[in-house]
Nanobody
Framework: QVQLVESGGGLVHTGGSLRLSCAVS????????LGWFRQDPGKEREFVAG????????YYADSVKGRFSIARDNAKNMVFLQMNSLKSEDTAVYYC???????????????????WGQGTQVTVSS
């Protein structure tokens, strides 16, 4: 059984930083790409960042490029999202997800991710 548990969300002022963590259970963690998504109430889930199985390739939504950074620690079954220069429009529930095998490389489509965490709220106030 694969489980993903996010942590690190909270309230931060505009321009501040937060680091989200996601603990992933399962022995095959290092075989899979992972991603972060976010969702605001009433909006579709939006891709934020992705990372390949060994951390050698990362990719980002244009809206967060240069401000957010994704990383993983395969020894600890963890994936992280460092968020800097936060803006009010970054306010959302953030989810980590495991990318399914044999799906589009560097996919930002939610349908290509097969396991999801419960989410952690990030609120950026001005």
């Amino acid at each position: 059984q694969v489980q993903l548990v996010e942590s690190g969300g909270g309230l931060v002022h505009t321009g501040g930083s937060l680091r989200l963590s996601c603990a992933v259970s399962g022995r095959t963690f290092s075989s899979y790409a992972l991603g972060w998504f976010r969702q605001d109430p009433g909006k579709e889930r939006e891709f934020v960042a992705g990372i390949n199985w060994n951390g050698g390739t990362t990719y980002y939504a244009d809206s967060v490029k240069g401000r957010f950074s994704i990383a993983r620690d395969n020894a600890k079954n963890m994936v992280f999202l460092q968020m800097n220069s936060l803006k009010s429009e970054d306010t959302a529930v953030y989810y980590c997800a495991r990318k399914a095998m044999f799906t589009t490389v560097q996919s930002g489509a939610a349908r290509d991710y097969d396991y999801w965490g419960q989410g952690t709220q990030v609120t950026v106030s001005s």
